[in-house]
């Protein structure tokens, strides 16, 4: 075994961005325990690497406590988009919360390094611009956006109480909007439902007036992020941003995705959606200066890969 090989827990190992950071750690010759308890990630996401000695795949519920040997874990498992994390609210703020007291239960008795994939959110609608880590967020409490938000929100702090009390490793990284390849179709995302809408040359869906606007990483810039994040030095826990820092507005990215994919699809107005916020951008400063990291990929390059992802996918199910 190699010195630096490492035993890596990561927990939503089969969803989108966990399956990137599977990939990426294998590749980088750890052992990764994948858990997932399919949701809304699946089998196909992690298939190329089933085959690899090095990984493993369990389907577990990171709401029931995990027994298990592993020197650093990636906390993801948790729906993400608003339609799925809407879908089941009680269970999105039980696989926050509880999910985060498991896992962190496991990094005390392990003494393992934990990291957890936080989010933009925790700002709500923010009334600063760009967000920056100080900024202590927005958030309607009892909103439908609320199981999300304030679920990540207490695991923040349990992240904080288990690091001042027990003294636990952790590293929590905020992370703002991301796209690629592996994104759900279904998921309801901007992103993943502009593409499959002008590749099937359906009417694209902006909702309120497409003034709204985000700031969308590419998945392999953020991965990045997380791997610094983790690797950096014990008194970097952060909260920390990591995003890309380009803001578009929704009406831009229909424009943009319709001129790549060269499609005929029209523009169609929904209403926007309770609390929808209105303005989102990360403030990457201390991402940039703690840990040397800024996303590299434009836009324009991420949403090629992602069409060209979408594409074949939709061809396969034809
Ligand atoms: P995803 O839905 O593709 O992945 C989440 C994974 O967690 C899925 O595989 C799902 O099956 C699994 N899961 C859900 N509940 C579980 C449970 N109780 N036990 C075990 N597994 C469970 O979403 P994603 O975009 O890959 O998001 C991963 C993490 O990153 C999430 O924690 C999300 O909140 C966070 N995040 C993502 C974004 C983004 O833009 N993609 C932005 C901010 C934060
Ligand atoms: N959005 C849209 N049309 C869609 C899906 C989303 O106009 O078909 C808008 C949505 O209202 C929001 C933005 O795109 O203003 C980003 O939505 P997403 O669900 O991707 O992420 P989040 O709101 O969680 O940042």
């Not at 679920?151 to 702090?157: F, I, L, N, Q, V």
């Amino acid at each position: 075994m190699a010195a630096t090989r490492k035993r890596v827990l990561v927990t939503g190992g089969a969803g989108f961005l966990g399956s990137h950071l599977c990939e990426r750690l294998i590749g980088a010759g750890h052992d990764v325990l994948c858990v997932d308890n399919y949701f809304t990630g699946n089998k196909d996401n992690v298939a190329a690497l089933m085959a690899n000695p090095h990984f493993e795949l369990m389907r577990h519920d990171v709401c029931f406590p995990l027994y298990v040997e592993v020197d650093e874990i990636y906390n993801l498992a948790c729906p993400a988009s608003p339609i799925h994390y809407q879908h089941d609210p009680v269970q999105t703020t039980k696989t926050s919360v509880s999910g985060a007291i498991n896992m962190l239960g496991l990094a005390k008795r392990l003494r393992a390094k934990i990291f957890q994939s936080s989010t933009s959110e925790v700002y709500g609608d923010p009334s600063v611009h760009p967000q920056t880590e100080a900024y202590r967020g927005n958030v309607n409490p009892i909103g439908p956006r609320a199981c999300y938000d304030e679920g990540k929100r207490c695991a923040e702090t349990l992240f904080f109480d288990y690091h001042r009390q027990h003294k636990l490793r952790i590293r929590v990284a905020r992370i703002f909007n991301t796209f690629g390849p592996r994104m759900h179709p279904n998921d309801g995302r901007v992103v993943s439902n502009f593409i499959v809408q002008a590749l099937k040359g359906e009417s694209i869906t902006i909702y309120g007036d497409g003034h709204q606007t985000r700031a969308f990483c590419y998945v392999d810039d953020l991965i990045e992020g997380f791997v610094r994040l983790m690797a950096a030095d014990d008194d970097v826990t952060g909260p920390i941003n990591l995003g890309n820092p380009v803001e578009t507005t929704v009406a831009e990215l229909a424009h943009k995705i319709i001129e790549l994919t060269g499609s005929r699809s029209k523009i169609e107005r929904r209403p926007l959606p309770v609390d929808d916020p209105v303005q989102r951008c990360p403030d990457i400063s201390k991402a940039k200066s703690v840990l040397g990291w800024e996303p590299k990929v434009p836009l324009e390059a991420g949403l090629k890969q992602t069409i060209s992802y979408f594409d074949k996918l939709l061809g396969e199910n034809r």
